[in-house]
């Protein structure tokens, strides 16, 4: 039963993977003159040597770590925050919703255009009624960083919101009654029951959304193109504009190839969290 | 209830429902505001500070259908999305089924496999693709692209489909093959209907990544096959940037996908928090 789906993904997933890997071995530079050829591990050679390269692994890093960070500050402190009978939850709910549903591309362009641009974007012009701007949100290279992390952000703390609402449901109800009884003060009920409690929850949230985080594409794509210079060039970005700007197909499969071994050793660990938690 | 404890507790109130009218705004203003800027007349679009009051016009939505191409890329879109999650549909629930319920050598690797396909970045796969179908000269083609938008439907809806038909009661199955129920029969008649709910959100999120791709659209289509996603970036070229035929035709890709969300809320919270969304 499970043979088309395998020898689908056979053919169409594992193929590709491995010529991925082949291809990054080789030279296949569709506007240079010199023709394909076998080359070893040249590209890696170059690639240490590519200050680009590095740089845009540093920002991938950045671009990661704080949006992955925000999420979760922000999704806890929300959800712990909300955890309460309170009118309105239900439209909450669905403003929450939309942002991780709607195309990338749409809420990339959309941030670009009606919310970033400088006097006639809403969130530019809020600001300015404080005294704040017009501020060079995708023109300045710190302030485009910021900008795309905060889209990032934007798109998915809802994510970890739900995930976390989820785990406070679920939790049982006589500790905190135990601790009450004890005379722990709130801070201490915090710190010593919810917390160890909500643990598996923080897990799977830093796992999945460093995943999706790691091969963020289409919002900053359309926010920035990667931009200005290469202030918002996160890895995949790089490997992007390689292979498809530059047309350098080998080079570009290189360094697919370090985007893949990033994403095999976090899938190993999201494999073994699951089978250890069911 | 003394009186310093009724003031804390007011405020405490007033201070959660504050956080919880900002939360709500954060995340619905800056789509309201696109569907707002869609109806608004021209004229208006540049106002500096930004005008709140007017009289909507369908003028925009009317000016991007008559734009070339856009009325093309969305039909485009449909065709593709539909396909690819139709024939993932197809192939995924038996294999889900069978890695949820048979036990069978290579059972482990192979379900590790299909996640690492599901996590595998799309870039890296790209390349290949864009390799592949130009050599066999399928870039730009119906057939091409469906074909790799299930290398993103299927990994993914097998591994949702899974966790449902796991949660499904064995003793069910084995009382139909003890009446003298095929397998096949069992899965047919007994599985499927109470994997409705399952299907029904693995249906729902394979539509919803195939509609909202652009990464694969933007290299492996062109003029005869590019998706909405990839059209709507004339509207923002770099000499003129039109918001109102922009934002009328951003109104039109999240449609659908808002209509959904709205019908199925709950399944959708459910597929989410199982790794629906490839983000």
């Known amino acids: ?54 740089e845009s692994v540093r920002i991938m890093v950045i671009y990661t770590g704080s949006s992955v960070f925000l999420q979760l500050v922000i999704g806890l402190a929300l959800a712990l925050a909300l955890f309460r009978p ?70 998915w703390t809802p994510f970890a919101f739900l995930v976390f609402t989820a785990s406070l449901h679920a939790m049982p109800s006589d500790p905190f009654e135990a601790a009450m009884i004890d005379g722990a003060d709130a801070w201490q009920r915090f710190r010593d029951i919810t917390l160890p409690l909500l643990r598996p929850a923080i897990v799977v949230v830093i796992i999945l959304r460093t995943m999706i985080a790691l091969r963020a594409f289409d919002a900053i794509y359309s926010a920035t193109g990667g931009g ?50 069911g | 209830m003394n009186t310093f404890a009724r003031y804390k507790s007011s405020i405490v109130n007033f201070v959660t429902y504050t956080l919880l009218l900002l939360a709500i705004l954060i995340w619905s203003v800056p789509i309201i505001w696109v569907i707002v800027t869609s109806l608004k007349p021209r ?97 730009d083609t119906y057939i091409g692209l469906i074909t790799i938008y299930l290398t993103i439907t299927i990994p993914f809806s097998v591994w949702l489909m899974m966790t449902y038909f796991a949660d499904i009661p064995f003793e069910l199955e084995e009382a139909a093959v003890i009446d003298g129920a095929s397998r096949f029969q069992a899965f047919f008649w007994i599985i499927m209907p109470l994997a409705r709910g399952g299907i029904a959100v693995t249906t729902i999120f394979a539509f919803i990544n195939a509609w909202n791709d652009f990464l694969y659209a933007v290299v492996l289509s062109g003029p005869r096959t590019q998706p909405a996603t990839v059209a709507i970036f004339s509207f923002l070229a770099a000499e003129e940037s039109r918001w109102g035929p922009f934002t009328a035709t951003a109104v039109m890709i999240m449609g659908p996908v808002v209509v959904i969300a709205l019908f199925a809320q709950k399944h959708i919270v459910q597929g989410l928090s199982l790794g629906g969304v490839k983000g």
């Open chain 1, 1 to 54: 039963m499970i043979s088309p789906a395998l020898l689908f993904l056979l053919v169409v997933g594992t193929i590709p993977l491995v010529s991925l890997i082949v291809m990054g071995l080789w030279r296949i530079d569709l506007i240079g003159f010199k023709p394909d050829a076998y080359i070893g591990f040249e590209n890696y050679a170059s690639m240490a040597g590519d200050d680009r390269f590095w």
């Open chain 1, 86 to 155: 309170m009118r309105g939850q239900a439209i909450l709910r669905i403003a929450l919703l939309l942002p991780m549903i709607l195309a990338p591309v749409a809420v990339g362009l959309t941030w670009r255009t009606l919310i970033l641009t400088p006097d006639y974007g809403i969130l530019d012009a809020a600001l300015q009624v404080i005294g704040i701007g017009p501020s060079p949100w995708l023109t300045d290279p710190t302030w485009a960083l910021v900008s795309v992390i905060m889209i990032h952000t934007w798109q």
């Open chain 1, 228 to 277: 200005p210079g290469t202030a918002t060039e996160i890895l995949n970005l790089y490997a992007y504009r390689v292979s498809f700007t530059s047309l350098d197909l080998g080079y570009g499969a290189a360094l697919g190839t370090v985007l893949l071994l990033i994403t095999a050793v976090i899938s190993i660990v999201v494999f073994r969290f699951r089978q250890s938690h």
């Open chain 2, 43 to 139: 004229k208006l679009i540049f106002n500096d500070p930004p005008s709140l009051f007017f009289l909507p016009t369908l003028n925009h939505y009317i000016d991007a259908l008559k734009t070339g191409g856009i009325v093309d890329s969305i039909v485009n879109s449909l065709i593709i999305s539909v396909f690819s999650t139709a024939l993932a549909m197809l192939v995924a629930t038996p294999a889900a089924y069978a890695y949820a319920r048979l036990r069978f050598r290579m059972r482990t690797p192979l379900t590790f496999y299909t996640l690492l396909m599901q996590m595998a970045p799309p870039m890296g796969l790209l390349i290949p693709f864009y390799f592949g179908l130009s050599k066999i000269d399928l870039l």
